[in-house]
């Protein structure tokens, strides 16, 4: 059996925020971590209604309560560029995760 190694550590806080187009969005919308790294982000709803935050390769899929805040952490195991949704409302909070080699 192989041991598994982490490169470094991605920690972040996003905050759901009203761009200036009037659409709730993740802030940042774009994270880059290297292949191996541990991500880990502290979701922040700062609206009243509840709001998800998915990044399906990584098998993240978070739902928010309104007003409160949450946490997710995952290894970066695979290189590429991932998209970041809402699960609940994905036409209107999108973003993408760049993991580099």
Do not use: M
Request: hydrophobic share 45%; charged share 20%.
């Amino acid at each position: 059996v192989a041991a598994v190694t982490y490169g470094g550590e991605v920690s972040l806080t996003i905050v759901n925020v009203v761009s200036p187009q009037d659409v709730k969005i993740w802030e940042p919308t774009s994270i880059t971590a290297k292949k191996g790294d541990r991500v880990s982000l502290r979701l922040v709803n700062k609206h009243t209604d509840e709001h998800g935050y998915e990044i399906a390769a990584f098998g993240v899929k978070e739902v928010v309560a309104g007003d409160r805040t949450a946490s997710v952490s995952f290894v970066a195991d695979k290189a590429g560029v991932f998209p970041i949704k809402c699960q609940l409302h994905p036409a209107h909070v999108v973003g993408q995760l760049v993991v580099l080699e």
